[in-house]
């Protein structure tokens, strides 16, 4: 960066003495005075790349001795300071650059004596020039202090919202498998003990894969139809003949991005109040299509049905975890209804946009087909 910045003062102030030694010869030709352009940008020159060094002190000066709200009355006083120090010393090498120009020297006492009095002459001049380049210094300064505060909040933003995401999907994981070995406890006291031991088998195989989705922003909805399917398989071994589920999506569906266990607490909605509290025989569904460029999930149960507030439902771990992932990911482009539906049961529907088209996990697999 710092060599950068004083090939850009070099380049800047050798542009502006070529074009003002180039304006003069032209000024004078068309006076009727012509005179070579060599000699008049040489001595352009010799006047203008004194304030190299003298643009880089100034920019350090802006940078050391900020003049803000809170400095300016001492800062200020160091810069009105430095415009005559920095004045006359580059009228000094413009006095000595002449004089080596012509092989001449005076002396250190005329040298001296001669770049006091160009710089009282020119302090105006230079004064300009200070303020132009502190100024300058200080906007780039706040503009890059200002872009970094942006990135490190854009950073810190992004950081608070995947942990919130990760909390969220935490939530569901111990309450998902908890309730999965509530099921098998309830086979083993009822003694369906061998039904309960291939459960825990499918049960070994279901948290694998419900752990393999901890690292996955998002998974294919094939993957995670698949772990629905895998879950209601175990429910329909605990009620037997009372439960019938059918799970079905389009080919575009399947490709589609979700977030991981995002079905999960609504299929287990279904289950545990549309099913278990009733003694008739029940049907879960799960229906899964894009239209106008979103992925609509429906889960659906044809229990007795409730209203979406109510408590009986089992909202607390279920449905308003799901809203808040899915305002967390997609803000209002994503939303989740719930209630009665028409026909009676309980219908769940989420809408959210369908991209990541062709998604993979992480260890770059894709998943298997649904059976």
């Not at 302090?123 to 872009?147: G, L, N, W």
Request: with cysteine.
């Amino acid at each position: 960066m710092r060599w950068r910045l004083v090939a850009g003062v070099t380049a800047l102030w050798t542009l502006v003495g070529v074009v003002s030694g180039s304006q003069a010869a032209l000024s004078d030709a068309m006076g009727g005075n012509p005179q070579p352009y060599g000699p008049a940008i040489r001595n352009a020159l010799v006047s203008f790349l004194p304030w190299i060094p003298a643009t880089l002190v100034v920019a350090w000066l802006a940078s050391r001795f900020p003049v803000t709200r809170h400095t300016w009355p001492r800062t200020v006083w160091i810069h009105v300071a430095a415009i005559p120090i920095v004045t006359y010393l580059v009228n000094l090498l413009v006095v000595l650059g002449f004089w080596t120009a012509s092989g001449s020297f005076g002396g250190f006492r005329a040298l001296l004596d001669s770049a006091l009095y160009w710089a009282t002459l020119r302090i105006h001049i230079a004064a300009v020039i200070y303020v132009a380049v502190a100024a300058t210094t200080q906007m780039v300064r706040f503009y890059r202090d200002t872009r970094a505060r942006e990135l490190g909040l854009a950073r810190l933003e992004g950081q608070l919202a995947k942990a919130r995401l990760e909390a969220l999907t935490a939530q569901i994981r111990p309450h998902f498998l908890f309730n999965t070995l509530h099921t098998i406890g309830q086979m083993w006291r009822s003694g369906r003990h061998d039904e309960a031991d291939g459960l825990l088998d499918r049960l070994g195989s279901l948290f694998h894969k419900v752990q393999s989705t901890a690292a996955d922003a998002v998974v294919p909805l094939e993957e995670e139809l698949a772990l629905v399917r895998e879950y209601l398989e175990i429910e329909q071994v605990r009620f037997r003949d009372r439960l019938t589920t059918r799970v079905s999506a389009t080919p575009d569906a399947l490709r589609c991005a979700v977030p991981p266990l995002l079905l999960q607490p609504l299929v287990e909605n279904a289950v545990r109040h549309g099913i278990s509290t009733s003694s008739k025989a029940g049907l879960v569904e799960v229906d899964a299509a894009v239209a106008d460029g979103h992925l609509v999930v429906v889960v659906r149960d044809d229990g007795p049905g409730h209203d979406d507030d109510a408590p009986s439902r089992g909202t607390g771990t279920g449905l308003s975890n799901t809203r808040e992932r899915l305002a967390q990911l997609y803000g209002n482009d994503a939303r989740l209804d719930a209630g009665t539906g028409e026909a009676g049961g309980y219908v769940a529907r989420v809408r959210l946009p369908a991209n990541g088209t062709g998604a993979t996990r992480r260890d770059g697999m894709r998943p298997a087909p649904m059976p």
